[in-house]
């Protein structure tokens, strides 16, 4: 059986970089990092590995990142104390994994 030839792969062109992009798209707006992920176009981990480092960065620019935190939608546990970006797979308190996503937003100082 003939294969085709695989076409090259062209990357996405970009105008701004992909921080800058992320920051354009949470400037005023409430995002998982599920719906940046699907506005940027990376996939979700990369999301969270740039969220951080935007975390780090944005107080230079008179910017801050804001977390609001996952909650257990079973029992109503907040993850208050989280330092991770990423959403928590089970809740200490209940036991249950159904868990709403950590939400970003970027405000000015």
């Known amino acids: ?8 792969y062209i990357p996405i062109e970009r105008h701004e970089t992909i921080r800058q992009e992320i920051l354009a798209h949470l400037e005023g707006q409430t995002m ?6 699907g506005y940027v176009r990376i996939s979700e981990k990369d999301v969270y590995e740039h969220l951080e480092h935007i975390g780090k960065s ?15 939608l079973k029992c109503g546990f907040i993850f208050r104390k989280r330092e991770r970006l990423k959403k928590p797979g089970r809740c200490p ?12 937003t970027v405000r000015q100082l």
Do not use: D, N, W, Y
């Open 1 to 8: 059986m003939k294969q085709k030839p695989r076409q090259p």
């Open 32 to 37: 998982s990092a599920k719906e940046v992920s």
């Open 58 to 72: 944005t107080h230079k620019t008179g910017q801050h990142l804001i977390v609001i935190p996952a909650e257990c």
């Open 93 to 104: 308190v209940c036991r249950g994994e159904i868990i709403q996503e950590p939400l970003f």
